[in-house]
Protein backbone atom coordinates (compact mmCIF):
# COMPACT_ATOMS: atom_id res chain seq x y z
CA UNK A 1 0.00 0.00 0.00
CA UNK A 2 1.64 3.25 -1.13
CA UNK A 3 -0.50 5.68 0.57
CA UNK A 4 0.51 9.30 0.06
CA UNK A 5 3.20 9.41 -3.10
CA UNK A 6 4.50 12.91 -3.86
CA UNK A 7 6.74 14.02 -7.04
CA UNK A 8 10.11 15.24 -7.25
CA UNK A 9 11.65 14.91 -3.86
CA UNK A 10 13.64 17.27 -4.54
CA UNK A 11 14.08 20.32 -7.27
CA UNK A 12 16.07 23.56 -8.15
CA UNK A 13 13.75 26.50 -10.08
CA UNK A 14 15.06 29.36 -11.26
CA UNK A 15 13.16 33.20 -10.82
CA UNK A 16 10.19 33.12 -13.01
CA UNK A 17 9.85 29.28 -13.80
CA UNK A 18 6.42 27.24 -13.69
CA UNK A 19 6.15 23.77 -12.35
CA UNK A 20 4.00 21.35 -10.60
CA UNK A 21 4.09 19.20 -7.75
CA UNK A 22 2.72 16.19 -7.59
CA UNK A 23 0.55 13.80 -5.46
CA UNK A 24 -1.11 11.39 -5.18
CA UNK A 25 -3.25 8.80 -2.79
CA UNK A 26 -4.29 5.37 -3.24
CA UNK A 27 -6.34 5.17 0.17
CA UNK A 28 -9.83 6.11 -1.36
CA UNK A 29 -9.55 9.13 0.85
CA UNK A 30 -11.93 12.46 0.10
CA UNK A 31 -10.00 14.80 1.46
CA UNK A 32 -6.76 15.87 0.11
CA UNK A 33 -4.13 18.97 1.42
CA UNK A 34 -1.11 20.78 0.38
CA UNK A 35 1.50 22.35 3.31
CA UNK A 36 4.64 24.15 3.21
CA UNK A 37 7.10 24.01 5.56
CA UNK A 38 9.48 26.50 6.22
CA UNK A 39 13.27 26.15 7.86
CA UNK A 40 12.75 26.00 11.63
CA UNK A 41 8.51 26.38 11.20
CA UNK A 42 5.97 24.48 11.58
CA UNK A 43 3.77 23.35 8.67
CA UNK A 44 1.13 26.14 7.31
CA UNK A 45 -1.60 25.23 4.85
CA UNK A 46 -1.74 26.14 1.05
CA UNK A 47 -4.62 24.61 -0.47
CA UNK A 48 -7.00 21.85 0.46
CA UNK A 49 -9.72 19.62 -1.46
CA UNK A 50 -12.81 17.56 -0.01
CA UNK A 51 -13.07 15.91 -3.22
CA UNK A 52 -12.85 15.91 -6.74
CA UNK A 53 -13.52 18.92 -8.53
CA UNK A 54 -13.52 21.14 -4.98
CA UNK A 55 -10.73 23.10 -3.54
CA UNK A 56 -10.58 25.88 -1.51
CA UNK A 57 -7.53 28.37 0.02
CA UNK A 58 -5.59 27.65 3.09
CA UNK A 59 -3.62 30.34 4.86
CA UNK A 60 -1.02 30.77 2.14
CA UNK A 61 -2.49 30.19 -1.15
CA UNK A 62 -1.13 32.96 -2.96
CA UNK A 63 1.63 32.39 -5.37
CA UNK A 64 0.10 28.68 -6.05
CA UNK A 65 -2.55 26.80 -7.98
CA UNK A 66 -4.54 23.58 -7.42
CA UNK A 67 -6.80 20.99 -9.00
CA UNK A 68 -8.75 17.83 -8.30
CA UNK A 69 -9.94 16.44 -11.14
CA UNK A 70 -9.81 12.57 -9.56
CA UNK A 71 -9.96 11.90 -5.98
CA UNK A 72 -6.46 10.25 -6.46
CA UNK A 73 -4.57 13.14 -7.52
CA UNK A 74 -4.55 16.53 -5.91
CA UNK A 75 -1.49 18.54 -7.95
CA UNK A 76 -0.13 21.55 -7.18
CA UNK A 77 0.93 24.37 -9.04
CA UNK A 78 3.65 27.27 -8.91
CA UNK A 79 3.56 29.79 -11.01
CA UNK A 80 6.80 32.47 -11.78
CA UNK A 81 8.71 30.86 -9.04
CA UNK A 82 9.97 33.28 -6.25
CA UNK A 83 12.48 32.36 -3.70
CA UNK A 84 10.13 33.35 -0.88
CA UNK A 85 8.49 29.91 -1.99
CA UNK A 86 11.96 28.14 -1.26
CA UNK A 87 10.62 25.18 1.32
CA UNK A 88 9.51 21.69 1.35
CA UNK A 89 6.12 21.20 0.57
CA UNK A 90 4.19 18.31 2.22
CA UNK A 91 1.15 16.44 0.59
CA UNK A 92 -1.19 15.09 3.18
CA UNK A 93 -4.78 13.36 2.79
CA UNK A 94 -7.18 12.18 5.59
CA UNK A 95 -10.55 9.69 6.20
CA UNK A 96 -12.55 12.57 7.78
CA UNK A 97 -12.51 16.47 7.10
CA UNK A 98 -10.39 17.93 8.33
CA UNK A 99 -8.78 15.40 9.28
CA UNK A 100 -10.41 14.97 12.57
CA UNK A 101 -10.61 11.48 13.79
CA UNK A 102 -7.25 9.73 12.51
CA UNK A 103 -4.94 12.74 11.49
CA UNK A 104 -3.57 13.48 7.91
CA UNK A 105 -1.43 10.54 6.11
CA UNK A 106 1.74 12.64 4.55
CA UNK A 107 4.02 12.26 1.34
CA UNK A 108 7.62 12.53 1.73
CA UNK A 109 7.77 15.95 1.14
CA UNK A 110 9.04 17.84 -2.08
CA UNK A 111 12.60 20.10 -1.08
CA UNK A 112 12.02 23.18 -3.66
CA UNK A 113 14.77 25.64 -3.98
CA UNK A 114 14.13 28.72 -6.19
CA UNK A 115 17.18 30.84 -7.35
CA UNK B 1 -9.21 30.74 15.24
CA UNK B 2 -7.05 28.34 16.51
CA UNK B 3 -3.44 28.89 17.67
CA UNK B 4 -1.01 26.00 18.45
CA UNK B 5 2.26 26.91 20.82
CA UNK B 6 5.10 25.30 21.43
CA UNK B 7 7.72 27.19 23.55
CA UNK B 8 10.72 24.58 23.77
CA UNK B 9 12.49 24.75 20.25
CA UNK B 10 14.78 22.25 21.63
CA UNK B 11 15.16 19.49 24.36
CA UNK B 12 17.31 17.21 25.00
CA UNK B 13 17.17 13.79 26.54
CA UNK B 14 19.61 10.62 27.85
CA UNK B 15 18.49 7.53 26.50
CA UNK B 16 16.35 5.31 28.76
CA UNK B 17 15.22 8.26 30.46
CA UNK B 18 11.87 10.13 30.18
CA UNK B 19 11.03 13.56 28.47
CA UNK B 20 8.37 15.50 28.30
CA UNK B 21 6.75 18.31 25.48
CA UNK B 22 5.01 21.05 26.11
CA UNK B 23 2.42 22.52 23.95
CA UNK B 24 -0.52 24.78 24.67
CA UNK B 25 -3.30 26.04 22.49
CA UNK B 26 -6.50 28.01 21.70
CA UNK B 27 -9.74 27.39 20.40
CA UNK B 28 -13.38 28.12 20.88
CA UNK B 29 -14.92 24.72 19.99
CA UNK B 30 -15.44 22.72 22.68
CA UNK B 31 -14.88 19.42 20.63
CA UNK B 32 -12.28 19.09 18.91
CA UNK B 33 -9.40 16.86 18.42
CA UNK B 34 -4.98 17.11 19.06
CA UNK B 35 -2.04 15.70 17.39
CA UNK B 36 1.22 15.41 17.98
CA UNK B 37 3.68 14.00 15.04
CA UNK B 38 7.14 13.12 14.56
CA UNK B 39 9.48 14.03 11.54
CA UNK B 40 12.88 12.30 12.08
CA UNK B 41 15.32 13.49 9.51
CA UNK B 42 13.96 11.71 6.92
CA UNK B 43 11.76 14.13 6.55
CA UNK B 44 8.98 11.87 6.91
CA UNK B 45 5.90 13.07 9.16
CA UNK B 46 4.46 10.44 11.25
CA UNK B 47 1.47 10.62 13.26
CA UNK B 48 2.57 9.80 17.02
CA UNK B 49 -0.70 10.26 19.21
CA UNK B 50 -4.23 11.79 19.06
CA UNK B 51 -6.22 13.18 21.87
CA UNK B 52 -10.39 13.77 21.48
CA UNK B 53 -10.80 16.89 23.64
CA UNK B 54 -14.57 15.20 24.92
CA UNK B 55 -12.57 11.85 26.32
CA UNK B 56 -11.22 12.76 30.47
CA UNK B 57 -8.34 9.75 29.46
CA UNK B 58 -5.21 10.52 28.20
CA UNK B 59 -4.54 8.82 25.30
CA UNK B 60 -1.60 6.12 25.34
CA UNK B 61 0.62 4.78 22.52
CA UNK B 62 3.28 2.39 23.91
CA UNK B 63 6.19 4.56 25.23
CA UNK B 64 4.43 8.16 24.13
CA UNK B 65 1.32 9.65 26.43
CA UNK B 66 -0.13 12.55 26.82
CA UNK B 67 -1.11 14.79 29.37
CA UNK B 68 -4.35 17.01 27.77
CA UNK B 69 -5.34 19.59 30.55
CA UNK B 70 -8.55 20.49 28.65
CA UNK B 71 -9.00 23.83 31.29
CA UNK B 72 -5.70 24.67 30.84
CA UNK B 73 -5.42 24.17 26.97
CA UNK B 74 -2.25 22.41 27.60
CA UNK B 75 -1.28 19.40 25.70
CA UNK B 76 2.03 17.55 26.52
CA UNK B 77 3.84 14.85 25.54
CA UNK B 78 5.80 12.15 27.71
CA UNK B 79 7.96 9.80 25.88
CA UNK B 80 9.28 7.40 27.93
CA UNK B 81 12.18 5.29 27.88
CA UNK B 82 13.76 7.64 25.43
CA UNK B 83 15.57 5.77 22.24
CA UNK B 84 18.00 6.87 19.59
CA UNK B 85 15.40 6.65 17.12
CA UNK B 86 12.49 8.95 18.72
CA UNK B 87 15.17 11.39 17.95
CA UNK B 88 13.06 14.08 16.06
CA UNK B 89 11.24 17.49 15.29
CA UNK B 90 7.82 17.44 17.28
CA UNK B 91 4.74 19.01 16.40
CA UNK B 92 1.71 19.59 18.05
CA UNK B 93 -0.97 20.20 15.99
CA UNK B 94 -4.96 20.61 15.44
CA UNK B 95 -6.37 19.85 12.11
CA UNK B 96 -5.07 22.10 9.32
CA UNK B 97 -2.97 23.87 12.53
CA UNK B 98 0.61 22.94 12.86
CA UNK B 99 2.87 24.11 16.08
CA UNK B 100 6.55 25.36 15.25
CA UNK B 101 7.75 22.28 16.34
CA UNK B 102 10.00 20.98 19.37
CA UNK B 103 13.67 19.66 17.93
CA UNK B 104 14.56 16.44 20.27
CA UNK B 105 17.96 15.43 20.80
CA UNK B 106 18.58 12.07 22.62
CA UNK B 107 22.12 11.33 23.77
CA UNK B 108 23.66 7.77 24.32
Known amino acids: NAGVTQTPKFRILKIGQSMTLQCTQDMNHNYMYWYRQDPGMGLKLIYYSVGAGITDKGEVPNGYNVSRSTTEDFPLRLELAAPSQTSVYFC??????????????FGSGTRLTVV | AQTVTQSQPEMSVQEAETVTLSCTYD???????LFWYKQPPSRQMILVIR??????QNATENRFSVNFQKAAKSFSLKISDSQLGDAAMYFC?????FGAGTRLTVKP
Open chain 1, 92 to 105: ASSYSFPGQSYGYT
Open chain 2, 51 to 56: QEAYKQ
Open chain 2, 27 to 33: TSESDYY
Open chain 2, 93 to 97: AFPMR
